[in-house]
């Protein structure tokens, strides 16, 4: 008995021993952080006034002169970027398109029930959208190219990651915009959300008369431009700017249109995510689980899935010595991609037949 009160006492002064080591350690943090986190009152950034962030957002939806001559000069920087496939030249056309302003305005005004303002942001925004289109499509035009490339065909192949960085492209936009001191990140914002290039691969769509080209880029503009206004507007909520009640509208039809634009999104990325599958199987296969594909090179690689009749279409360019594969191989590969991916598999592959000679000389020292 008397063992175990000793225990009781030890782990008693254990304890208040730890509780003063604890307060002093806060203590001394609390002081440290005080002193040198450069917290002072002259430095807090808070939130723009109301009166303040409309000046500002009146001023960013205005349909002036300046205004389209930027957005003009963006979407043809964009439009010979993407035809270039120039990602320096693709990004630099984001950074000067003034098309953010009015998204944010619309969100804006959404939430403090500010009907003018939403007219305005919204004409402004229809007339640039006009604008980016007709210049891309002229430019495309001269240009004469009618090529694809991966920078176009990446703008008409939208999934929801496109959808998640356009949500928080949106909020980190409205965030910016009601803050003084950090307008330096909205070319940041701007890269990231991307508003110019699908509009200028939606007009080079229209020049060369590809409906999954158009289709595709107003498909990504149209997330875009929903996710931004719908997370701006949840940022401008919680910052106090309007309320629930006034937004409460404009966020039901975000919401609802986000769930129809859903649909097509989750079934590109459920493509995408079998196309990733399909050729890190097809790479596995070749490189070491089939012997008579060890000594190939892959040429090139697509992938086409029908979603109607559940089918993967595999076309496969290899570089190989003559003789070395045999049908038979390729129809045992074929079902081994099968098995792993879980769909019935078509496979083409051309052979591109290599004849390696080799010259030596009489004697190797």
Known sequence: MAKLHRIFYYLRVIKVITCRQSCRYKRSFRKYWNTHSGNWVWLRDRPMSIAGINRHLWRLSVPSSSFYLLLGLSGIISTLGLLANSVAVIIGAMIIAPLMGPIVSIAYAMTMGNRRLLRRSSLTLATGVILTILLSYFACIISGLKSDNLEILARANPTLIDLGVALTAGAAGAFANSRRRIADALPGVAISVALVPPLS??????????????????????????????????????????????????????????????????????????????????????????LDFTHTNIESLEINIDPQKNLVYIELQITSKLSTISPNKVDIMRKSISEKIGQPVILEVMIIPVSVIKSEPDSIN
């Open 201 to 290: 691969v939606f007009g080079i769509g229209l020049a060369w008369r590809n409906q999954d080209l158009y289709v595709g880029s107003l498909l990504l503009f149209v997330t875009n431009l929903i996710s931004i206004i719908f997370s701006g507007g949840l940022v401008f909520i919680f910052q106090n700017y309007g309320d629930i009640r006034r937004a409460k509208q404009g966020l039901l039809v975000s919401v609802i249109t986000l769930a129809v634009l859903g649909v097509p999104l989750g079934l590109q990325m459920r493509n995408l995510i079998i196309k990733q599958n399909v050729r890190q199987s097809i790479e596995r296969l070749i490189r070491l689980q089939t």
